[in-house]
């Protein structure tokens, strides 16, 4: 089984904002899969379908960015899944609006959300897929930047442009391991 979560804010108000770059990429990946998330379980929106052969769990936590930890704990308990078989998707303001990259584990650097994972699993030893948002502008503060919306349609479309890579990204985890995925998604561009 592999486990992809999401990161992101429920709500309409956090919609298609920065911050909720895993939840975006959870959508264009349930789409392309035919996974539709329709359970509320484990603090989270939950789809389970199967891709490539191999049972797959798309979440979306219900917790918010800076409780994500919640959700993932929970779902690491209820199905005990190694932790190279679970991705989590967030944003990056470290990188450029649109890069894709991918890692097999680390630091929580300046999320909140993953610092909430990382600080109840008590480990950083799983995969995570990071998709730039780009940094702060000067004279905007962090909470308002990472929430705010694409501003031009230029923009917007760079950044749909990487949830599709970022979701190609995690069929290629799912069906050919993660050092394909890592090739794949952090090739120059």
């Known amino acids: 089984m592999h486990i992809v979560i999401g990161l992101g804010n429920p709500g309409k108000e956090y919609a298609r904002t920065r911050h909720n770059v895993g939840f975006d990429v959870v959508d264009v990946l349930s789409e392309k899969l ?6 509320n379980a484990m603090h989270g929106l939950i789809g389970e379908g199967l891709a490539g052969g191999e049972k797959v769990l798309l979440v979306k936590p219900q917790t918010f960015m800076n409780l994500s930890g919640q959700c993932v704990t929970e779902l690491v308990a209820f199905y005990k899944p190694e932790l190279t078989d679970v991705m989590v998707i967030y944003d990056d303001i470290d990188l450029p ?3 894709v990259r991918l890692r097999a584990s680390g630091s929580a650097g300046t999320h909140n959300g993953m ?12 995969p995570r897929l990071r998709v730039g948002v780009g940094q702060k502008p000067e004279g905007w503060e962090l909470a308002d930047w990472v929430l705010s919306h694409y501003q031009t349609a230029e923009d917007r479309q760079t950044q749909f442009d990487a ?23 952090n090739a120059p561009r």
């Not at 035919?34 to 359970?39: E, F, R, V, Y």
């Open 34 to 39: 035919h996974i539709s998330l329709t359970k």
């Open 97 to 99: 609006l649109g890069k």
């Open 115 to 126: 610092r909430s994972i990382i600080g109840l699993l008590g480990r950083q030893d799983f």
């Open 163 to 185: 949830f599709l890579r970022a979701a190609d990204t995690v069929e290629d985890w799912i069906k050919n391991g993660l050092d394909s995925a890592m090739r794949t998604a």
